[in-house]
């Protein structure tokens, strides 16, 4: 549920006319917003584009435009004191942005104030009393327009200035302004979210990677737009990915044949065998073991750290989640049914009299089986694929982490880091929320019965 103080969420609806905000109809406080007319919503019907002055700001000529600056220790009824200041004064509010650190205010508020007025006086004696510095800066009139720019996520188990530094600098001179920095979480790693305006994506993409790989640290670029925050979806590899272990490679050590099997697994995963074939070859392996091997192994699975966190703060969000597996189907369907995953697919023994026979049996899920179902799966839940993310290590991860919208390397192989659109090497699966824009402080707050 939305919660908020302010009187905006008491607005009647449209048809309760004379219902009103401390005693104001809301016909009035349409009017004080300009009659609504300046929407561009409020266009007659059959008319869609904007029309010569229809939003043409008032004239500005008899008005400064000044930048408050008021910086200070934080406590409540600073900004409320400021706006009720700027109000008396006839200011206009062009725009304000606020942030608290460490009990720090920096709030700048840009107003658009008459001449002869004795505003500045006023706002230097809120200061003094208020215990907080309050400057003032002439700025330009012309509003800096909202921009599509790019979101830089900076993940690390420390991220230390020169780390910071050398970000920074990729950003610069690929011709990037940092326009804002927020910390997003501290645990289980240091997180950063920087938002650029402007620089040559390609360029910066590249250059971070590399800063990246010298300094052990992830960092993740996105364009920021919506699409960036509506993903819906998420399917992610099984083995090394949810899980911290190859499940095959499990079945053949109670199996006995473990060191044959894990050689083979090694290589397909590097990429250097095809997958269907290694596949074949490792469970012809384990033809006439008993099917109970499979029970043992399961009993060995674990989670990889932050998969629970990951699921459970996704499903929250109202994520569909999918597990989707070149490992075997007792293990997938554990662990959907552990972490409440929506769909899961994997490939199947052929178990014949209570022994496996070494071979397969249904549909073999491959490289180009996984990128498949993530289709299968976003058309089935109606999601376009531009708002799906996928998550995986392997090389048969590859093309599923292609035709996602965002396509994320977990604790991968370097051919995989290196094609993914982000590449995550902390240990942590919930990591990547904060690549998803998520912060430490909504997953803590949502885990001890906050709003979802
Ligand atoms: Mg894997």
Redesign the pocket.
């Known amino acids: 549920m939305l919660r908020t103080n302010s009187p905006a969420h008491l607005l009647p609806r449209a048809s309760t006319k004379e219902a009103s905000v401390w005693g104001r109809t809301r016909k009035q406080l349409v009017a004080d917003a300009g009659g609504g007319r300046s929407h561009p919503e409020n266009l007659p019907l059959g008319r869609s584009k904007r029309r010569g002055g229809q939003y043409a700001a008032r004239t500005m000529s008899d008005r400064k435009t000044i930048l408050v600056r008021v910086t200070g220790p934080d406590h409540p009824g600073i900004t409320a004191g400021l706006m009720s200041i700027l109000a008396e004064n006839g200011a206009d509010i062009e725009d304000v942005e606020q942030i608290s650190l460490r009990g720090h205010l920096n709030l700048g508020v840009v107003v658009a104030v008459p001449e002869g007025r004795d505003l500045l006086k006023e706002l230097l004696l809120f200061g003094w009393d208020e215990n907080v510095a309050v400057d003032f800066e002439l700025v330009d009139q012309v509003p800096s327009e909202p921009f599509i720019g790019h979101v830089i996520t900076v993940l690390g188990s420390e991220v230390g200035a020169a780390d910071f530094g050398a970000v920074a600098e990729v950003i610069a001179s690929a011709g990037g302004n940092i326009h804002r920095i927020i910390r997003l979480a501290r645990y289980p790693v240091m997180s950063y979210e920087l938002l650029v305006q402007g620089g040559d994506l390609e360029m910066m993409r590249a250059e971070l990677i590399a800063v990246a790989n010298e300094r052990s640290i992830d960092v993740a670029i996105q364009r920021q737009d919506l699409g960036r925050r509506a993903k819906r979806l998420v399917v992610l ?5 949810l899980i911290q272990s ?1 499940v095959l490679d499990l079945v053949a050590e109670e199996a006995g044949v473990g060191t044959e099997v894990s050689a083979i697994t090694e290589r397909a ?1 590097e990429g250097e065998l095809d997958f269907e074939e290694a596949l074949r070859a490792r469970v012809r392996l384990l033809a006439g073991a008993e099917a109970e091997v499979i029970d043992r192994a399961l009993d060995r699975v674990a989670l990889t750290p932050g998969a629970r966190t990951f699921t459970r703060t996704l499903k929250r969000l109202g994520y569909k989640l999918a597990v989707v ?3 075997f189907e007792q293990f997938a369907d554990k662990v959907a049914s552990e972490l409440g995953l929506d769909h899961a697919f994997a490939n199947r023994f052929e178990i014949v009299d209570g022994k496996l026979t070494g071979e397969l049996t249904g549909r073999i899920i491959d490289r180009t089986e996984k990128a498949s179902i993530l289709n299968e799966v976003a058309a089935a839940e109606g999601i376009p694929l531009e708002q799906t993310v996928a998550v ?3 090389a ?2 590859l093309d599923m982490l292609a035709k996602a919208g965002l396509g994320i390397a977990f604790n ?1 192989k370097r051919t995989v880091n290196d094609s993914a659109d982000a590449a995550v090497s902390v240990p942590f699966l919930d990591a990547i929320l904060f690549i998803l824009g998520i912060r430490r402080d909504e997953i803590v707050d949502a885990d001890n019965g906050g709003s979802l």
Do not use: F
Request: aromatic share 0%; hydrophobic share 20%; proline share 0%.
């Open positions: 590899d099984m083995d090394s990915t190859e995963m597996s070149g490992g995986g290590d392997g048969n991860d991968a």
